[in-house]
């Protein structure tokens, strides 16, 4: 059951469109800090011209930069994201590069329309698509055998680094709309993977995953 003044125990879509409404238009200098943590993540995804790759919860587009440099112009990059207003700064962000072959699917995860399957898939700070089984089972079903993804966000700190903590609650409260599954924010994706590298820094609060698609149901 989903409150209205607090996160709930289920991702709620409505809310977070309702959070990201209001934080579109300064979004990309919040994250700046984070930055590093988004090149380690396109780092871990090995693409190659033509490939095609899903951006799911894309946001404003900070990850098309990298993503088109790997798959080129003949690449393509399908952007998933229910935020009009965070679409709308990721189509500013395409004509001021003059970016072609980016497609930008205004859905959530769970009821995008997609077509085919696409050679990766990266979730950058994606915490509620994370915890919603629905959403992962339609972006895998439309993930080439072997595909590669990359995942990242927030996850609690130890007990004995409440500063971290307090960070990590912090950035949920004003990022995601459920706190459920912060210890380990990336166990129901990386059920559905193999080749699965974990480089999780508890510490900072945060973690970044690599894995891929398993080649046959058998692998
Ligand atoms: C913290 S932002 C991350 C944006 C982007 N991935 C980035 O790299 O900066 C979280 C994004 O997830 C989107 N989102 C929230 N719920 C979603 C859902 N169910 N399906 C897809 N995207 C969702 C939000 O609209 C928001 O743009």
Not at 4 to 26: F, K, N
Not at 48 to 62: E, K, S
Request: charged share 20%; with cysteine; hydrophobic share 45%.
């Amino acid at each position: 059951m989903q409150s209205p003044t607090g996160p709930s125990r289920q991702p709620d879509a409505s809310r977070a469109q309702a959070q990201y409404r209001g934080r579109a238009a300064r979004y990309d200098v919040e994250l700046a800090p984070f930055e590093p943590l988004r090149r380690e993540a396109l780092d871990l995804l090995d693409l190659r011209p033509g490939d095609t790759v899903l951006d799911v919860g894309c946001g404003t587009g900070l990850s098309f930069d990298g993503l088109k440099g790997k798959v080129g112009a003949r690449g393509h990059i399908v952007g998933i994201d229910p935020s009009p207003e965070m679409l709308a700064q990721a189509r500013v962000r395409i004509a001021l590069h003059h970016w072609s072959g980016i497609t930008l699917v205004p859905a959530t995860a769970a009821a995008a329309p997609l077509h085919g399957r696409a050679d990766a898939a990266i979730f950058h700070f994606t915490h509620d698509v994370l915890r919603d089984p629905a959403a992962l089972d339609h972006v895998f079903a439309h993930l080439k055998p072997g595909a590669q993804v990359a995942a990242t966000g927030l996850q609690w700190a130890p007990p004995w680094l409440p500063l971290t903590n307090a960070f990590v609650l912090g950035a949920a409260l004003y990022s995601v709309t459920s706190l459920d599954g912060l210890a380990r924010p990336w166990d129901l994706l990386a059920q559905r993977l193999t080749d699965v590298r974990l480089h999780s820094r508890p510490w900072a609060g945060l973690y970044v995953l690599g894995g891929r698609v398993a080649l046959s149901s058998g692998a």
